[in-house]
């Protein structure tokens, strides 16, 4: 799976967009982006991922460069409940190697 | 909504004892997942099953297995519980071939 960067934490005012950036300048043409996120003392949670079309959910967007070098996760109306720890991962959508690993990802709090 | 939920939320042992963890995911999924997270390692896989009474090793499978005798259950076994074992437990499962996983809520397992 391909190396990606996030930046260790950000801050967000309640009810503005949270827009997370993930660096992955090595993702080879076959691997996706995928974000997930972690509430403190809860199991991780998939949101959403995308291959070089912007995606759109009930949960987030996806923006993915042209390049697809980069990609920003936007919150669009941010609660304080969204307070949690974002992963970005790339990786290939089929494949033998099931196994998910996180890096450090990004702390974002939201602030009332 | 994909639904994994996991027996307990929180456990407390003794050494030595034998432990099971149970996992339910209501999709019809053919993947199942144990992984353990500890502060500063990350998330790490158990053991992982891609049908029912298939099973293959992760990266820590020692001092523990696992069943799968019904497509929508995954049991994690520990053999003989030991304070290294003191953990968050997760499950996940997932549609055969894809890379998005689904967890549960987890369980914290405190062995004394």
Same mark, same amino acid.
């Given at each position: 799976d391909a190396k990606t960067t996030q930046p260790t934490s950000m801050d967000c005012a309640e009810g503005r967009a949270a827009n997370l950036p993930c660096n992955h300048s090595t993702i080879s043409g076959n691997e996706y982006v995928y974000w997930y996120r972690q509430i403190h003392s809860q199991g991780p949670q998939y949101i959403i991922h995308g291959l070089k079309n912007n995606e759109t959910n009930e949960m987030a967007s996806l923006i993915i460069t042209e390049d697809r070098k980069s990609s920003t996760l936007i919150l669009p109306h941010a609660t304080l409940r969204d307070t949690a720890v974002y992963y970005c991962i790339v990786r290939r $959508? $089929?494949?033998?190697?099931y196994k998910l690993t996180f890096g450090k990802g990004t702390l974002l709090t939201v602030n009332p | 909504d994909v639904k994994v939920t996991q027996s307990s939320r929180y456990l407390v042992k003794r050494t030595g004892e034998k432990v099971f963890l149970e996992c339910v995911q209501d999709m019809d999924h053919e993947n199942m997942f144990w992984y353990r997270q500890d502060p500063g390692l990350g998330l790490r896989l158990i053991y992982f099953s891609y049908d029912v009474k298939m099973k293959e090793k992760g990266d820590i499978p020692e001092g523990y297995s696992v069943s799968r005798e019904k497509k929508e259950r995954f049991s994690l076994i520990l053999e003989s519980a030991s304070t290294n074992q003191t953990s968050m437990y997760l499950c996940a499962s997932g549609l055969a071939g894809a890379s998005e996983q689904y967890f549960g809520p987890g369980t914290r397992l405190t062995v004394t």
């Open positions: $959508r $089929r494949g033998s190697n | -």
